[in-house]
């Protein structure tokens, strides 16, 4: 099931030393006009590259701001009415919930849960972004009825320590480490971009030693990326992080940069995201070319639009965006916070329960 909405997902652009920041999807909403646009014909060669570079960390800076909002849904008028427009576009998946569960009727549910401000809320330290044992224990009911996978931008071993099912897939390092319940020893094992390993172990150490200056500044290895947090550098820091982070990529042409919730992240340059790790699933599950299968994904990243926009591709499935302010997305529906998120996999369940057709043997367990 798809809904009929028409949301574009732009690129993001160019930064002035070259540096491509893709898949954010922030170009539109959150660049700074051009100042180029506004010069008279006689500013002079060097003002215009100065004010190109302004522009350029500007469009970086607004970015990072922009990354992971702390507006509320209860704010000034404006936005509440922005959110309410919003709203109309991606309802509320518990609202929804009875069209959600219509549109599975006949379908194998299978279903891809983010983990980091889907299942955990987001909190300052990476490394104590816990998930509820009250969330875990839904996660666990959810997976006894269908196929379920843990989808997250975090090094696969990471993950699994935090979430802790062994009955699940886990697909590590935004789908570039895949693996079956490790309960099974025929699981499915995928990955990519085994060949980057030595280059992402360097650039973690020239990471590490680059941006020690920086207060609060946190390299995180996650295995076949990398992740850079900005969450706990000071604002007025964040141009000069960009600017290193920038300045190490360059040497590294075979890696892209995107940004998250106040984290870079430098990736393989390889066709390969979460969209790809959920159709790589779908298939092991025997699901390739399926028509009564109904994916859904629940996350909150930038990175979970790669997944959205499969769905839409397929023309099947739910995709579910987990915020509490207005955000491009290709996703249909939407929940507030990981509270929402429980809320709904719970009803997922008891549903499932009195109507148990959507139960579901997958060809690889
Ligand atoms: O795909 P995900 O599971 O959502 O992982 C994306 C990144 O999540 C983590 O960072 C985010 O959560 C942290 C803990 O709440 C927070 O401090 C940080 O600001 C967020 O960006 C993780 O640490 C990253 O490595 C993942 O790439």
């Known amino acids: 099931m798809t809904t ?28 700074c006009r051009s100042a180029a646009g506004a010069m008279s014909m006689r500013q002079t060669y060097l003002d215009l590259a100065a004010a190109a570079a302004r522009s350029a960390s500007c469009t970086w800076v607004e970015a990072m701001r922009a990354s992971s909002p702390t507006r509320s849904r209860a704010g000034a008028a404006a936005d509440v009415d922005e959110f309410s427009t919003w709203m109309r576009k991606h309802p ?11 549109a599975s009727k006949g379908k194998k549910i299978v279903m891809f849960l983010d983990y980091d401000g889907t299942l955990s809320p987001i909190v300052a330290d990476p490394d ?12 666990r009911d959810v997976a006894k009825h269908f196929p379920t996978a843990i989808v997250s931008g975090r090094c696969r ?6 979430v802790g099912l062994s009955e699940l897939y886990y697909a590590g390092s935004h789908g570039m480490d895949i693996k079956g319940p490790s309960s099974n020893p025929e699981s499915v094992l995928c990955q990519p971009a085994r060949e980057f390993l ?9 990471l590490v030693e680059k941006t020690k200056s920086t207060p609060g500044a946190n390299v995180e290895n996650n295995k076949f990326c990398l992740s850079v947090h900005f969450r706990c550098v000071d604002e007025k820091r964040w141009n000069f ?15 892209k940069l995107t940004q998250g919730r106040k984290v870079f992240e430098l990736r393989p340059s390889i066709m390969w995201d979460k969209g790809k790790a959920l159709e790589f699933l779908l298939e092991s599950l025997g699901f390739a070319d399926s028509s009564d299968v109904l994916p859904v994904y629940i996350g909150d990243d930038r990175t979970d639009e790669d997944a959205f926009k499969v769905l839409r591709q397929r023309g099947q499935g739910v995709g579910i965006l987990v ?4 955000k491009e997305t290709s996703a249909s529906y939407s929940l507030q916070d990981p509270g929402e998120v429980m809320e709904f996999l719970l009803r ?13 043997r997958p060809r690889v367990v």
Do not use: H
């Not at 104590?128 to 996660?139: K, P, T």
């Not at 030595?198 to 020239?206: A, G, S």
């Not at 915020?323 to 207005?326: A, D, E, G, H, Q």
């Open 4 to 31: 009929s909405q028409d949301v574009v997902v732009p690129e993001m652009g160019i930064g002035a030393t070259g540096a491509v920041m893709q898949g954010s999807g922030a170009a539109g909403i959150f660049a």
């Open 92 to 102: 509320s998946a518990l609202g929804k919930f009875e069209q959600i569960a219509a």
């Open 128 to 139: 104590a972004a816990y998930m509820s044992d009250a969330m875990r224990a839904a996660v």
């Open 157 to 162: 071993d990471k993950v699994y320590k935090f």
């Open 198 to 206: 030595p280059v992402i172990d360097e650039v973690y150490k020239v």
């Open 241 to 255: 992080l960009a600017e290193q982070v920038k300045t190490v990529i360059k040497d590294y042409p075979m890696l």
């Open 323 to 326: 915020t509490k302010c207005p």
């Open 348 to 360: 997922l369940v008891d549903w499932n329960r009195a109507s148990p057709s959507s139960m579901v």
